[in-house]
């Protein structure tokens, strides 16, 4: 499988932004869903955002308003833009890519945001 690269995690305080970046290996494929897992400590992974290559997303509620997915097909990337985060933000985001046989995930990107 393909690996994912991902970055721009790190320590805001509440009421920050964030801009989670996530490069996809050059022999994906530019159509595949992509998107944005995270797992707050001690609980489990959950959705958070998820885009297809023609622009359709779907966002956790939690994060609706305050997150915006994209992506550039041509660089096989995702984004994620955190605005207005909240201590409950914090966890570790890995990134995904929906394949035809299996998921690709990154190793994780840390987020922590301060009270």
């Known amino acids: 499988q393909g690996q994912l690269v991902e970055s721009g995690g790190g320590l805001v305080q509440a009421g920050g932004s964030l801009r989670l970046s996530c490069v996809a290996s050059?022999?994906?494929?530019?159509?595949?869903?992509m998107g944005w897992y995270r797992q707050p400590p001690g609980k489990q992974r959950e959705l958070v955002a998820s885009?297809?290559?023609?622009?359709?997303?779907n966002y956790a509620d939690s994060v609706r308003g305050r997150f915006i997915i994209s992506r550039d097909n041509a660089k096989k990337t995702v984004f994620l833009q955190m605005s207005s985060l909240k201590p409950e933000d914090t966890a570790v985001y890995y990134c995904y890519e929906q394949k035809r046989i299996a998921t690709s995930w990154g190793q994780g990107t840390q987020v922590t945001v301060s009270s």
């Open positions: 050059e022999s994906s494929f530019s159509g595949n869903v």
């Open positions: 885009i297809t290559s023609q622009g359709t997303t």
